[in-house]
């Protein structure tokens, strides 16, 4: 499969954002997706996923300001951000998981990886 992800760029803190990442090569909808993301010098780490299912699940410190949704006419998936804080800016991936079983929240279980789309919330 291959990922697209799009819709980064420079914001203002306070303000929003949405990227979104589209796949192409097999089935979109029998597969979960996630977002996760990586500043420079730390580890790239989980910020949301959703299932086929449509369950979702977010890292903390985006619950309640991070939503994801998928398309699945569409073969995308969106990460919409608000309130944006200048320590959500990092490279953001999209990455696509092909096992039900394993957890949403380790890299180590995705298969695919888009290219990264760069988010800078200025201060």
């Known amino acids: 499969v291959q990922l697209q992800a799009s819709g980064g760029g420079l914001v203002q803190a306070g303000g929003s954002l949405r990227l979104s990442c589209a796949a192409s090569?097999?089935?979109?909808?029998?597969?979960?997706m996630g977002w996760f993301r990586q500043a420079p010098g730390k580890e790239r780490e989980f910020v949301a996923a959703?299932?086929?299912?449509?369950?979702?699940t977010y890292a903390e410190f985006v619950k309640g300001r991070f939503t994801i949704s998928r398309d699945n006419a569409e073969n995308t998936v969106y990460l919409q951000m608000n309130s944006l804080k200048p320590e959500d800016t990092a490279v953001y991936y999209c990455?696509?998981?092909?096992?039900?079983?394993?957890?949403?929240?380790?890299?180590?279980?995705?298969?695919?990886w888009g290219q990264g789309t760069l988010v800078t919330v200025s201060s």
């Open positions: 090569g097999r089935t979109f909808s029998r597969y979960g």
């Open positions: 990455a696509e998981k092909e096992s039900y079983r394993g957890s949403d929240y380790s890299r180590y279980e995705y298969d695919s």
């Open positions: 959703i299932r086929s299912s449509g369950l979702s």
